[in-house]
């Protein structure tokens, strides 16, 4: 569904007008950072899959680690 690095959309767009968010981290609560102003967000995973409306970019794999 998501996971952490992802890039998603949210019900209402933020203040400063951008509408996608990235998952910086992830646990009983979930802190996302804003694309357009940086500010940063923590919610409680319940709100989060709330207010959540889509994931528009997943986190690409990291082929370096992959030993």
């Known amino acids: 569904m998501y996971d952490l690095g992802d890039v998603v959309m949210m019900k209402k767009p933020h203040p400063c007008g951008a509408n996608e ?13 804003c694309f ?3 500010h940063i967000v923590m919610l409680s995973r319940r709100d989060f899959e709330k207010r959540l409306k889509k994931v528009l970019k997943k ?3 990291d082929e370096a ?3």
């Not at 968010?21 to 950072?33: F, L, S, Y």
């Open 21 to 33: 968010w990235e998952i910086i981290r992830m646990g009983a609560d979930i802190k996302i950072k």
């Open 36 to 38: 357009g102003c940086g």
């Open 59 to 61: 986190k690409e794999p």
């Open 65 to 67: 680690t992959n030993d």
